[in-house]
């Protein structure tokens, strides 16, 4: 992770007992930030990427300066979510409330959806704003954090795309707080033959593979954003999904050859971690790897 691209906060005093949890993988970055006795601070942001934060804390006193927006001075900033987005400045300082401070942000690679810098609309600024699945999705990175080694590329990819959407609808419905007027108009078909075959053949082809959902995308000639969209609508589940569901049969199809452990089946279809296969199997089919192959058997 950047740390050019994250949130920096300045103390006023030493004292601050900061704990700080931090994790990239490449096209999103997260960052968790708790203190338990918060000192006053001055905090800044301009970054390269845009950046959703989900806050909960209260200040007794402060400002917050966002770029383009009136001067904020709102005290209580429990469960609240602010989007900042790339190259957008923000800055401002806290007198810290009573009680511990914490905030949990997402750093996203404006190329997952870059059409929306190529004149669809610009994405602006909102700050302290309330969106239920939003901060469902915050609260879900947290988990993501504690434990990034058990998730695929393909699905922290997906999962960026996922938020970056839900910023790009909320602002849809909300053109008056937009700098631009134009009506967001995405791309709502889904996959075209060709393309449903190619991006197919290609998971298939690679399923031992942590596939990036980048090159993925490039394979049927779409920005990440359009080509989650358009996959899920023709296929009916995302695309880390379905690679997870291809795998799993592709498991299937191995357990019955007897001299491949269940370590080597893992391996071969794109699972370092014998554990995290086998309890993927048993999500999907109700039984353990070793009591599948024992009913083949």
């Known amino acids: 992770m950047n740390p050019d691209d994250a949130v920096t906060i300045q103390f006023h005093k030493s004292t601050a007992d900061v704990l700080r949890l931090s994790y990239g993988w490449g096209v999103l970055d997260a960052d968790h930030v708790t203190m338990a006795n918060p000192q006053p ?3 800044a942001l301009q970054s390269s990427r845009h950046c959703i934060a989900l806050l909960n804390c209260c200040r007794s006193d402060g400002e917050t300066y966002v770029e383009g927006l009136p001067r904020s001075t709102v005290r209580d900033n429990r469960n609240k979510l602010i989007f900042i987005p790339a190259g957008c400045r923000l800055n401002g300082w806290a007198q810290p409330g009573a009680g511990a401070m914490a905030f949990t942000a997402a750093y996203l690679d404006p190329q997952l959806c870059s059409d929306l810098e190529e004149g669809e609309r610009e994405l602006y600024p909102i700050v302290r704003f309330e ?7 915050m609260l879900r ?20 795309v996922v938020m970056l959407s839900e910023i ?4 849809a419905v909300h053109p ?21 075959k190619a991006a197919c053949d290609y998971i298939e082809a690679n399923l031992h ?14 920005t990440p954003y359009h080509f989650c969209r358009a996959f899920k609508q023709t296929t009916g589940v995302p695309p880390h999904h379905y690679q997870m569901t291809r795998r799993i049969k592709r498991a299937m199809t191995l357990l019955a050859d007897a001299s491949l452990s269940i370590s080597d089946v893992a391996g071969i279809v794109g699972y370092g ?7 993927l ?5 109700g039984h353990t790897p070793r009591a599948f192959r024992r009913e083949m058997i």
């Open 41 to 43: 601070y001055d905090f």
């Open 131 to 137: 969106h239920p699945f939003l901060s469902q999705l």
């Open 141 to 160: 990175l947290d988990d993501i954090l504690a434990q990034p080694e058990t998730y695929s590329r393909m699905y922290v990819e997906s999962f960026a």
């Open 168 to 171: 790009s609808r909320f602002q």
């Open 176 to 196: 008056s707080q937009s700098r631009c007027i134009e009506t967001f108009n995405g791309h709502r078909g889904g996959l075209a033959s060709w393309q449903s």
């Open 209 to 222: 593979q942590d596939i990036s959902l980048t090159d993925l995308a490039a394979v049927v000639r779409l």
């Open 273 to 279: 971690s014998p554990s995290r296969f086998s309890a």
């Open 281 to 285: 199997f048993r999500r999907f089919t």
